[in-house]
C-alpha cells in the first residue's frame, strides 16, 4: 500500500459527469475506473463522481432487494481497493445496508480503504422523487480529512434545503464544499441550481463543487452542467449540459481560502436548443439502455410524427429508424409529399402500407352490431387502432420499438386513442406542448444540435409547419374543429398543470369561462388514457407522471 501525500496548497480535483445505467452496478464500477485513469493521466488528487453513482440514480426500489445493496458494497470496496496504487482518491454515491436502515451514502476512497462514510439527511420526497420510500434518515456530518484537506460533503438535497448542513461543515472546520448530485433536468434549472448553489456559498462562506449526473433514466434526463463558485461568488467554472465529460478543476489555498484557478467554462444552451438536446439524450438512452436495435412510427405529413422522426434521427442515426404512412381514404396528397418529403430530408427509410382493407374488414366484422347507428367517432378510432396495430407488428416481427408521437396538449385532453395513436414503447414529445413542438421544429430546420446525427438544413418539411393541424380522420378535419387554436389551449392548460391555478384566475387572463370549465373536464376525464401511455421525456417543470398524481375516479371541479 502507497503512503499519500499531503496536499498543502493545491487541490486539484476531477469532476465526472458520467452517463451510469440504473442497476448495471459492474458496468458503473467500469465507468467509475475509466474516469479515474482519466483523472490520473491529468493529475488529479481526487475523482469526485455523483450521487448514487454505483447504482445508477434513481434505483427506486432496486434498493430494497439485498443482493443489490451487497453487490454496490462489494463494488465500492472494489474501487476503493484500487487507490492503493496511490493515485486519485474518490467521492463516490452508493447505496448502502446500515445497522438501523438503507442510506442514500457516500464513500471517500483513498490509500486503498473506504476513509469515510456519510449518510444523506435530507431525504426529497415530492415530484419525481420517492427516497424517504426506502431511505433512511442519516446523522448530521462533519469534515472529512483528505490528505490535509477538510471537505464538506453535502449530498444533493442537503443543499436546496434550509436544514443547515453546509453552515454546520463551515463551522466544523470544513475548507471546501463538494456536493454529489442526482439532479434533473426541466427548463430553465442551471439557473435555479446557481441560485441554490449561491445561497449556500453566502451562508458558509465557503467554495462549492456542484457535480451533476449525466444521461436518461426512464423519463427523467439528468443534464450534467456540473459546476463551481468560489467564496467570493464568482463562478469558478461550468461544464457542458447534456456531454459526458470529465473536467480537471485545480483549486489553491491563500490565506486560508480555496479558489479555482482553472476549469472550463462551457457555454450553456438556450432554451429551445436545451430543451431540444434533452428530449434527443432521454430518447437516445432509453432504446439503448433497453437493448433495442431500432424504432418505427407512423410518419402522418404531421407536425408531430415529424418532429418525433427528427429526434429519432439525431438521437440514433438514420439506418436505426424506420418510418410508415399508413394512409387511409381521408389521407390528402399533400400529406402524402410532406410526409415522404420529411422522411427523405432525414434519409431514414419509409415505406407505404394502407390500411384500407383491414378498416374495412373491422367494419364489416361489426357492422351487425353495428346496424341502425350513425358512423363517428368509433369509426374514427378504427383508422388510429389499426394503424397502432399494423405499427406493434412491425415492432413484434422486427423488435422495433414503437415510438408514440402524442404532444401534452393532446395528451392532456384526451385527444389520442387507446390501442391507437397511443400504441408505443417510448414518446420523445410527451411534455412538450403543442407549440412548443412547432418552436422546436422551426429551430431545429436552422440548427443541427451538438452530438445529432442527422442531417442539416430543413428537416421539417415547411409545409408541415405551416398547415392547419389534422388527425384526418374524416373529410376536411382539423384540430381546431373539437379545441379551442392551440396558443390559447396551451395556454388554459400550462395554467391548470404547471401552475394549479384556479379557473377563476384563469378567465381573468382574458379566457373564455366555458372554454375554460370545458378544458379543465376534458384535462380531469383524461386522466385513465395517461395512465396508460407511454413514458416520455421530461422537460417541464411538472410532467404527468410522479410530478402530476391525480385520481382517475375524481367528480371535483373548479365552479
Keep these: 500500500m502507497t503512503a499519500q501525500k499531503t496536499i ?3 487541490l486539484r480535483i476531477a469532476v465526472a459527469q458520467l452517463n451510469p445505467t440504473v442497476g448495471d452496478v459492474a458496468g458503473n464500477l467500469a465507468k467509475a475506473r475509466e474516469a479515474r485513469a482519466d483523472a490520473a493521466r491529468q493529475g488529479a488528487d481526487l475523482l469526485l463522481l455523483t450521487e448514487l453513482f454505483i447504482s445508477g440514480y434513481p434505483p427506486e426500489d432496486l434498493v430494497l432487494k439485498p443482493a443489490f445493496l451487497k453487490a454496490c458494497q462489494a463494488a465500492v470496496e472494489a474501487l476503493a481497493a484500487d487507490t492503493a496504487d496511490g493515485g486519485p482518491g474518490v467521492v463516490v454515491g452508493f447505496p448502502r445496508q446500515g445497522e438501523a436502515g438503507r442510506h442514500n451514502s457516500v464513500a471517500v476512497l483513498d490509500d486503498g480503504k473506504i476513509l469515510v462514510l456519510r449518510d444523506k439527511i435530507d431525504l426529497p420526497n415530492y415530484g419525481e422523487f420517492d427516497e424517504k420510500r426506502v431511505f433512511s434518515e442519516g446523522s448530521m456530518p462533519g469534515p472529512v480529512n483528505f490528505r490535509g484537506v477538510r471537505l464538506g460533503i453535502p449530498i444533493c438535497e442537503e443543499i436546496w434545503n434550509d436544514l443547515g448542513v453546509c453552515e454546520t461543515l463551515a463551522e466544523s472546520g470544513a ?3 463538494l456536493v454529489p448530485n442526482g439532479s434533473p433536468y426541466y427548463r430553465g434549472k442551471v439557473d435555479v441550481r446557481h441560485q441554490v448553489v449561491l445561497r449556500q456559498v453566502i451562508e458558509s462562506g465557503l467554495p462549492l463543487v456542484f457535480a451533476n449526473q449525466l ?3 426512464d423519463e427523467l434526463v439528468f443534464d450534467g452542467a456540473s459546476f463551481g463558485f468560489n467564496a467570493d461568488k464568482t463562478l469558478a467554472f461550468q461544464m457542458s449540459q447534456f456531454e459526458e465529460t470529465v473536467a480537471v478543476v485545480d483549486w489553491h489555498r491563500k490565506d486560508g481560502t480555496w479558489r479555482c484557478d482553472g476549469g472550463p467554462f462551457s457555454k450553456i444552451p438556450e432554451r429551445d436548443e436545451a430543451d431540444y ?22 410518419l402522418s405529413g404531421g407536425i408531430d410524427s415529424a418532429i418525433c422522426a427528427a429526434l429519432a434521427v439525431d438521437a440514433l442515426g438514420e439506418e436505426r429508424v424506420r418510418t410508415l404512412m399508413l394512409p387511409y381514404r381521408y389521407t390528402s396528397s399533400e400529406s402524402f409529399k410532406d410526409a415522404e418529403e420529411c422522411a427523405k430530408a432525414l434519409g431514414c427509410r419509409y415505406d407505404i402500407v394502407p390500411i ?8 364489416s366484422a361489426l357492422s351487425e352490431l353495428f346496424e341502425g347507428t350513425e358512423a363517428g367517432i368509433t369509426e374514427e378510432n378504427l383508422q388510429s387502432r389499426t394503424r397502432g396495430t399494423i405499427l406493434m407488428a412491425i415492432s413484434n416481427k422486427f423488435g422495433s420499438m414503437v415510438v408514440t408521437t402524442g404532444n401534452k396538449s393532446e ?9 391507437g395513436d397511443m400504441n408505443g414503447g417510448f414518446n420523445p414529445i410527451k411534455d412538450l406542448y403543442k407549440m412548443q413542438v412547432y418552436g422546436l421544429s422551426r429551430w431545429r430546420n436552422t440548427t443541427v444540435p451538438t452530438g445529432a446525427l442527422g442531417p442539416s438544413g430543413e428537416v421539417i418539411p415547411r409545409n408541415i409547419i405551416d398547415k392547419a393541424p389534422s388527425a ?18 396551451d395556454d388554459i392548460l400550462e395554467c391548470l398543470v404547471e401552475k394549479e391555478m384556479g379557473t377563476a384566475e384563469i378567465v381573468a387572463r382574458g379566457h373564455d369561462e366555458a372554454t375554460v370549465h370545458r378544458i379543465e373536464h376534458l384535462l380531469y376525464i383524461a386522466e385513465y388514457k395517461r395512465r396508460q401511455s407511454a413514458p416520455g421525456v421530461k422537460i417541464t417543470k411538472k410532467n404527468f407522471g410522479r410530478d402530476r398524481r391525480y385520481p382517475i375516479t375524481n367528480r371535483f371541479r373548479d365552479r
Excluded: W
Design 277 to 298: 438536446r434533452a428530449c434527443v439524450l432521454g430518447f437516445r438512452d432509453y432504446v439503448n439502455k433497453n437493448g433495442f436495435k431500432n424504432v418505427v412510427l407512423g
Design 215 to 217: 444521461g436518461g433514466q
Design 411 to 419: 395528451m392532456s385532453v384526451g385527444y389520442a386513442t387507446l390501442y
Design 8 to 10: 498543502s496548497s493545491t
Design 175 to 177: 475548507e471546501i464544499l
Design 472 to 489: 384526418e380522420l374524416r373529410p376536411n378535419q382539423t384540430d381546431q374543429d373539437s379545441l379551442p387554436p392551440y396558443p390559447v389551449l
Design 356 to 363: 384500407e382493407e383491414p378498416v374495412e374488414g373491422f367494419t
